[in-house]
Nanobody
């Protein structure tokens, strides 16, 4: 059984920073790519970032490039999302997910999800 638990969300002013963490339980964490998605009220869940199983390749949606950084520590079974220069439009529930196949950009390519952590950016 795989469990993903996100932490680190909160309320921050525009221009501020937050660091999200996702702790994974279960075996073989370091064999899978991991992703972060977000969902704002009334909108569909959207891709934010992904990282390969070795951590040597990363992928970002255009709106966060240069501001967000995804990383992982396989020894700790944890993946991170460092978010800088936050904007009000980054406000959403952020979800961690484990990739199992296909494009990194689609929710259907992930088979395990965390419960989400709320990020609110005030203007």
């Amino acid at each position: 059984q795989v469990q993903l638990v996100e932490s680190g969300g909160g309320l921050v002013q525009a221009g501020g920073s937050l660091r999200l963490a996702c702790a994974a339980s279960g075996r073989a964490f370091n064999r899978y790519a991991m992703g972060w998605f977000r969902q704002a009220p009334g909108k569909e869940r959207e891709f934010v970032a992904a990282i390969s199983w070795r951590g040597d390749s990363t992928y970002y949606t255009d709106s966060v490039k240069g501001r967000f950084t995804i990383s992982r520590d396989n020894a700790k079974n944890t993946v991170y999302l460092q978010m800088n220069s936050l904007k009000p439009e980054d406000t959403a529930v952020y979800y961690c997910s484990r990739h199992y196949g296909g494009s990194y950009y689609y929710t259907s390519s992930y088979n395990y999800w965390g419960q989400g952590t709320q990020v609110t950016v005030s203007s």
